[in-house]
């Protein structure tokens, strides 16, 4: 039975004013309910329905069509990140220069293919440009997943989460330790409140070296025994293992050695001065960190600590230990709640209820932090470094975000800023979207 024109006319017509495809649904369902289009009718405007592209702005700007015979229907999302930043340093002992900075500037592109693909491609032009992401990932026997490219390997609570949800500006003095992307193959499962990651490494595209790449392995588990409406209870452990790249700097020239490098700014990158490094250590056969994270959020109130240690194994002297740690608060002014993803271990974004310039002034956020870093054993004195950080958060939308921190030096002991204990104020403007 064929459509009446009028009917017709009349659906389509009202679905081309309808701003988005879940509106045409809706209309046709109305129309049938109020017998202008029989049921036969509205299957088949139903049908033809299925294949229109649909549009969505709730995390970016994401096209999709919309399919019957696919559970993941087809997609494509275009997103991009945003950091300007400026900092200010009241100077100790040596001088330090007040800047501004792109600190990120990111565009990706991502989605699904084929039912049971996911990709995503992310270019980074501020500051050492090139891929971020570049990496597919095969999803057909879910929760089961298989990742291969360019994507960040599972290690560490703070290192794993997106750069766009960190609580502060800059993640703690442990990152020292932490390689964040690298080409490889990964795998990964979880459950209603845990996840295990792993994967096999190479050398992170656009590192400079002079001999062989490095390699190395990573895993990392989480899980919340607690979980519920009212609050979480994360516990995870990660490690690493990595044979290093051979000449690790940009020298080139004479012997090739297998060398590693820890060093950290004090949690403002707009510096030029690294405050702890241990400079390059030579004849390294392999290095292992470890991890350890605990975490806990009840309502507008969240905690999160994290406890890592690199083993350095040398030819010919004798092994190094590192470690580093750091442990914050915070606490939603507004009432927001930080949601933590079960499946991939982390907390993810505040978005805030009332956001700016509708019905109200966005989301407020206060958080406190101690960061520690110890890059000194054996014949290495990289040097010892605490820090205490405040930070102000003020999410205005799900996209715009400005951020006040205050960093104090608290102690650095040891490596080429010894004594030195700066106080820093930097701030952001953030967009994602």
Same mark, same amino acid.
């Given at each position: 039975?064929?459509?009446?024109?009028?009917?017709?006319?009349?659906?389509?017509?009202?679905?081309?004013?309808?701003?988005?495809?879940?509106?045409?649904?809706?209309?046709?369902?109305?129309?049938?309910?109020?017998?202008?289009?029989?049921? $036969?009718?509205?299957?088949?405007?139903?049908? *033809?329905?299925?294949? *229109?592209?649909?549009?969505?702005?709730?995390?970016?700007?994401?096209?999709?069509?919309?399919?019957?015979?696919?559970?993941?229907?087809?997609?494509?999302?275009?997103?991009?990140?945003?950091?300007?930043?400026?900092?200010?340093?009241?100077?100790?002992?040596?001088?330090?220069?007040?800047?501004? =900075?792109?600190?990120?500037?990111?565009?990706?592109?991502?989605?699904?293919?084929?039912?049971?693909?996911?990709? @995503? &491609?992310?270019?980074?032009?501020?500051?050492?440009?090139? &891929?971020?992401?570049?990496?597919?990932?095969?999803?057909?026997?879910?929760?089961?997943?298989?990742?291969?490219?360019?994507?960040?390997?599972?290690?560490?609570? =703070?290192?794993?989460?997106?750069?766009?949800?960190?609580?502060?500006?800059?993640?703690?003095?442990?990152?020292?330790?932490?390689?964040?992307?690298?080409?490889?193959?990964?795998?990964?499962?979880?459950?209603?409140?845990?996840?295990?990651?792993?994967?096999?490494?190479? =050398?992170?595209?656009?590192?400079?070296?002079?001999?062989?790449?490095?390699?190395?392995?990573?895993?990392?588990?989480?899980?919340?025994?607690?979980?519920?409406?009212?609050?979480?209870?994360?516990?995870?452990?990660?490690?690493?293992?990595? &044979?290093?790249?051979?000449?690790?700097?940009?020298?080139?020239?004479?012997?090739?050695?297998?060398?590693?490098?820890?060093?950290?700014?004090?949690?403002?990158?707009?510096?030029?001065? @690294?405050?702890?490094?241990?400079?390059?250590? @030579?004849?390294?056969?392999?290095?292992?960190?470890?991890?350890?994270?605990?975490?806990?959020?009840?309502?507008?109130?969240?905690?999160?600590? *994290?406890?890592?240690?690199?083993?350095?194994?040398?030819?010919?002297?004798?092994?190094? $230990?590192?470690d580093g740690w750091y442990a914050q608060f915070a606490w939603t002014?507004?009432?927001?709640?930080?949601?933590?993803?079960?499946?991939?271990?982390?907390?993810?974004?505040?978005?805030?209820?009332?956001?700016?310039?509708?019905?109200?002034?966005?989301?407020?956020?206060?958080?406190?932090?101690?960061?520690?870093?110890?890059?000194?054993?054996?014949?290495?004195?990289?040097?010892?470094?605490?820090?205490?950080?405040?930070?102000?958060?003020?999410?205005?939308?799900?996209?715009?975000?400005?951020?006040?921190?205050?960093?104090?030096?608290? *102690?650095?002991?040891?490596?080429?800023?010894?004594?030195? =204990?700066?106080?820093?104020?930097?701030?952001?403007?953030?967009?994602?979207?």
């Amino acid at each position: 039975m064929r459509p009446h024109p009028i009917a017709v006319c009349t659906a389509l017509a009202c679905a081309c004013l309808a701003p988005a495809a879940h509106a045409k649904s809706n209309l046709l369902e109305l129309l049938a309910q109020k017998g202008v289009i029989t049921m $036969d009718e509205y299957a088949e405007l139903k049908a *033809e329905q299925k294949g *229109e592209p649909t549009v969505s702005t709730d995390d970016g700007f994401k096209l999709s069509t919309r399919d019957s015979t696919t559970s993941t229907p087809p997609s494509f999302q275009v997103g991009t990140l945003q950091q300007l930043d400026y900092a200010a340093y009241d100077d100790d002992k040596a001088a330090l220069s007040d800047g501004s =900075e792109l600190r990120r500037s990111r565009l990706s592109i991502g989605g699904t293919f084929l039912t049971d693909w996911q990709y @995503r &491609v992310e270019y980074e032009f501020s500051g050492t440009t090139g &891929v971020t992401d570049a990496y597919v990932t095969y999803n057909a026997h879910k929760p089961f997943s298989l990742t291969l490219g360019q994507f960040k390997q599972p290690f560490g609570m =703070e290192a794993y989460a997106s750069d766009k949800n960190l609580t502060f500006m800059e993640r703690g003095l442990p990152f020292a330790f932490v390689i964040t992307r690298a080409p490889g193959i990964g795998a990964g499962t979880s459950g209603a409140n845990w996840s295990i990651n792993g994967g096999l490494f190479g =050398e992170p595209v656009g590192n400079a070296q002079a001999g062989n790449d490095g390699y190395g392995a990573a895993a990392r588990a989480s899980w919340a025994p607690i979980l519920t409406d009212e609050g979480v209870v994360h516990l995870g452990l990660g490690a690493t293992w990595r &044979v290093p790249t051979q000449d690790n700097s940009t020298n080139a020239s004479g012997p090739k050695f297998d060398t590693v490098r820890f060093r950290s700014k004090p949690e403002s990158n707009v510096l030029a001065q @690294r405050f702890v490094d241990t400079g390059e250590i @030579r004849d390294v056969n392999d290095y292992t960190t470890v991890g350890l994270e605990l975490a806990a959020a009840r309502g507008a109130a969240s905690f999160q600590g *994290e406890y890592q240690m690199a083993q350095v194994s040398r030819g010919g002297a004798s092994t190094l $230990d590192f470690d580093g740690w750091y442990a914050q608060f915070a606490w939603t002014i507004t009432g927001e709640a930080r949601p933590y993803l079960a499946n991939r271990g982390f907390f993810d974004g505040i978005r805030p209820s009332n956001p700016f310039g509708k019905t109200g002034w966005g989301a407020f956020e206060l958080a406190l932090r101690l960061s520690e870093i110890d890059l000194t054993d054996g014949n290495i004195h990289g040097g010892k470094e605490r820090n205490a950080t405040a930070a102000l958060n003020w999410y205005l939308n799900q996209y715009l975000r400005v951020s006040a921190n205050l960093v104090k030096v608290l *102690e650095v002991d040891g490596g080429p800023m010894h004594d030195d =204990e700066p106080t820093i104020f930097q701030t952001r403007l953030q967009f994602a979207y």
